[in-house]
C-alpha cells in the first residue's frame, strides 16, 4: 500500500490542476465504494471521506501519492436522486477531464463485484474504450459474495464487459487484491 498521501484540492475544472504530475483517475457509479478503496490502497481511515449516503463527491478531488502522483477521485456517476441538471454537470466535468487532462495515465473504473457492472457501468466502460483510455476494471466488495459463487459471478462480469484486458477482484475489509492494483498504477505511472 501507498506509504504518502495527502488530500490537496477539490476542483471542477482541470484547468486549477495542482501542477503537471501524472493523474489516475477513479470513476465509479455512487455507493460503489470509490472512498473506501481509495482509504484502503492509501492505508488511511479517512484521506477519502466516505458516507452511508450515497452521492457525497461532488467535485474532482485530488490526492497526491508518495509525492509522484495524484490519485483522482470523480463524483459517482447514476445516481438516481441527484437533479437532472447536477446530473449533466458532472457527466460535463468527467467528459472534461477526460478530454483535456494531458497527465491522466489510467483510469480505475470501480464497479460493485457483488452486484455486477450495471448499464451505467458498461456504458462508461465502453465510453473509455471508445477514447482509447486506459482501464483498469476494479470490482469492490469481493467478500460480500460467498467463495463458493465467485467464479459463477466472475464469469458474468467479464461477459458483460466483453472480456477486459485489465480487471481486478478486491476487498477493502479483508485486503484482497489491494497490492495488486498498488502495482499496476505504479507502473503505469512510470514510478
Sequence with gaps: MFKQAAYIKSLENIIDRPDDK???????????????????????????????????????????????????????????????????????????????????????????????????????YLYLHNLGMDVLIIATKLDKIPSTRRGKQNKIILEKLNHPEHFIKVSNTKRINIELVEKYILNKVGK
Design 22 to 124: 501524472p493523474q489516475v483517475l477513479f470513476l465509479g457509479r455512487s455507493n460503489v465504494g470509490k472512498s473506501s478503496f481509495i482509504n484502503s490502497l492509501t492505508n488511511r481511515k479517512n484521506l477519502a471521506r466516505t458516507s452511508n449516503t450515497p452521492g457525497k463527491t461532488l467535485l474532482m478531488n485530488f490526492y497526491l501519492i508518495e509525492d509522484k502522483f495524484y490519485i483522482v477521485d470523480a463524483p459517482g456517476y447514476g445516481y438516481a436522486r441527484r437533479s437532472k441538471s447536477m446530473q449533466q454537470k458532472f457527466i460535463h466535468m468527467i467528459d472534461d477531464f477526460l478530454h483535456q487532462s494531458e497527465q491522466l495515465k489510467l483510469v480505475c473504473l470501480l464497479i460493485d463485484f457483488k452486484v455486477g457492472p450495471t448499464v451505467d457501468d458498461i456504458d462508461m
